[in-house]
């Protein structure tokens, strides 16, 4: 065998058996940061497009590793799904948003409402009595919390989806379809489940300036919505030309970096509390 060859599968070995040494001992960090609740929220903040009210927040979970390391979200959530941990991680991240919220001020505002992401994973019967044991021993109000699922979730059984959600109609929680437009849920699931809003997801918002065949999609889901009694909110801002053509579109609902990056919940509070959040720096108002 020709020694450069030999040296390349050396070192393809190598780092072979370094990568997976790496996961072993991210998959026993990620255990112990979900067992030591190290796991920490950051807040996104939502507003209403005509008047730049703050109107709620995502809940988003955030993991730096004691060495620094900041950790994607979707790769340590896939890691606990993985491994099984997704209950006690969706657990954890559920009851400590709710009890942070209970303790938010809302300065005369209108209390903003709490979104939280859910695995497909999460879907089942046992969630569903954790989200009825959670609400009762934080005292948060059932009517001011968002589950927010994707159309994958809902694809993996239908039948299991639609007792759950129903569960969770039940005690008085709303239903949100994540990152919407992205995956394979027919239409036809929005007309038999108990859904309250889409969330439409951020790539389309961000191509629609340059694609017309884009904006036409947008401009149809909300369209789609007001037929169907279901609110919609554009996630991913980042542009004024974005916000403007959303306004047009009759969007109300918007999330996303323009005004308010996800950020630790004393931040997030006073964004939310500021019309437009950052975008108030820039001098700017309604859309």
Request: net charge negative.
């Amino acid at each position: 065998m020709d020694s450069k060859l030999r040296l390349l599968l050396v070192e393809h070995l190598h780092l072979g058996r370094w990568r997976a040494r790496r996961h072993e001992k991210l998959e026993l960090d990620l255990q112990a940061a979900i067992a030591g609740c190290e796991i920490n929220l950051h807040y996104q903040p939502q507003y209403d497009l005509g008047s730049g009210r703050g109107s709620g927040v995502e809940a988003l979970a955030r993991w730096s590793r004691l060495d620094g390391e900041q950790v994607p979200p979707a790769f340590f959530i896939s890691v606990a799904e993985q491994l099984g941990l997704i209950d006690a991680l969706g657990t954890s991240v559920l009851s400590r948003a709710c009890s942070a919220m209970c303790e938010w001020p809302n300065g005369g505002l209108v209390p903003p409402t709490l979104s939280v992401n859910i695995s497909a994973q999460q879907i089942n019967e046992r969630f569903c009595r954790t989200v009825g044991h959670i609400l009762k021993a934080t005292g948060f109000p059932a009517e001011r919390l968002e589950l927010e699922i994707t159309e994958s979730a809902l694809i993996e059984d239908v039948d299991l989806a639609s007792q759950c959600l129903n569960e969770w109609k039940a005690l008085g929680v709303h239903i949100a379809l994540d990152d919407f437009g992205t995956g394979y849920c027919g239409l036809n699931y929005l007309a038999r489940l108990p859904i309250d809003r889409l969330k439409l997801d951020k790539s389309f918002v961000q191509r629609m300036p340059f694609e017309r065949k884009t904006a036409a999609i947008v401009r149809s889901v909300f369209a789609l919505g007001k037929e169907l009694d279901i609110s919609v909110l554009a996630e991913g801002i980042e542009t004024e030309r974005q916000c403007e053509m959303l306004a047009v579109f009759g969007c109300r609902d918007v999330q996303g970096d323009l005004l308010a990056k996800a950020s630790a919940i004393d931040q997030a509070r006073t964004l939310l509390m500021q019309p437009w959040g950052q975008r108030w720096k820039r001098g700017l108002h309604a859309a």
